[in-house]
Nanobody, 114 residues
Framework: VQLQASGGGLVQAGGSLRLSCAAS????????MAWHRQAIGNQREQVAV???????NYADFVKGRFTISRDNAKNTVYLKMNSLKPDDTAVYYC?????????WGQGTQVTVSS
């Protein structure tokens, strides 16, 4: 399973970005799809997760600002990020759980300037 993330970049505080992550390879079905992030000097933390049934869960620090969604036909997960803050600056990683194994994308940099 390979993951290709895209959509990161530089944005001013208050702006928006949309991340995408497409999974490819030997995939029958993807149960969980998620986004994590890691800022310099910090541990990687989970941002949002979505199940195959569409149930979602968000970290408290992004609730009301970020929205996770998925397109099962395209094996793609999205993260729409609104009202971005400088504290959201990090490398964002997508993760999928397939056949009991976690797979990670390569990460995409999100930088929010004040």
């Amino acid at each position: 399973v390979q993951l290709q993330a895209s959509g990161g970049g530089l944005v001013q505080a208050g702006g928006s970005l949309r991340l995408s992550c497409a999974a490819s390879g030997s995939i029958s079905s993807i149960n969980v799809m998620a986004w994590h992030r890691q800022a310099i000097g910090n541990q990687r933390e989970q941002v949002a997760v979505i199940t195959s049934g569409g149930s979602t869960n968000y970290a408290d620090f992004v609730k009301g600002r970020f929205t996770i969604s998925r397109d099962n036909a395209k094996n793609t997960v999205y993260l729409k990020m609104n009202s971005l803050k400088p504290d959201d600056t990090a490398v964002y990683y997508c993760r999928v759980w397939v056949g009991g194994v976690n797979y990670w994308g390569q990460g995409t940099q999100v930088t929010v300037s004040s």
